[in-house]
């Protein structure tokens, strides 16, 4: 398989894994020294994959989420590195006291990526938003 595709299907099993809230394999996904930027989701900025999923996995825990990326623009740079660009959107439904709430969501992933031991790993991640509808529950 070469690099491109390996980076896809890395990228593929990041969104699986975070809809099916498989937090040991979200966590293998990643550089131990990750860097995360979520900041336009409110999220801030997390340094190592620890430090990113002890923040994600209680907030998305009880998220019913769909993610979804698309038209990925990857330069391998190195024979262990490359960068990427994917467009993405994410359909998030979660219960509140006032009923059920919706976050739908358009962006972009801007990312690094490294190869670790032979398999590539995700080493800096930035979602940026073009636009998010927020569909709030009644009650």
Not at 15 to 20: A, E, M, V, W, Y
Not at 90 to 105: A, I, Y
Request: hydrophobic share 35%; net charge negative; charged share 30%.
């Amino acid at each position: 398989m070469d690099d491109v595709e390996a980076i896809k299907q890395l990228k593929a099993r990041y969104f699986r894994l975070i809809d099916t809230k498989d937090w040991a394999g979200l966590r293998d996904v990643f550089t131990d020294d990750v860097h995360v930027d979520v900041t336009e989701d409110g999220g801030g900025t997390y340094d190592g994959a620890d430090a990113f999923l002890a923040m994600l996995e209680p907030t998305l825990r009880d998220v019913v989420s769909v993610h979804h990326g698309h038209t990925p623009e990857i330069e391998v740079t190195s024979p262990t590195t490359a960068a990427g660009i994917w467009a993405m959107e994410d359909v998030l439904q979660f219960d509140t006291k006032r009923g059920r709430s919706e976050l739908h969501g358009w962006g972009h992933y801007h990312e690094t990526y490294e190869r670790i031991d032979g398999a590539w790993r995700i080493r800096s991640l930035r979602l940026t938003r073009l636009r998010l509808d927020v569909t709030r529950g009644e009650g």
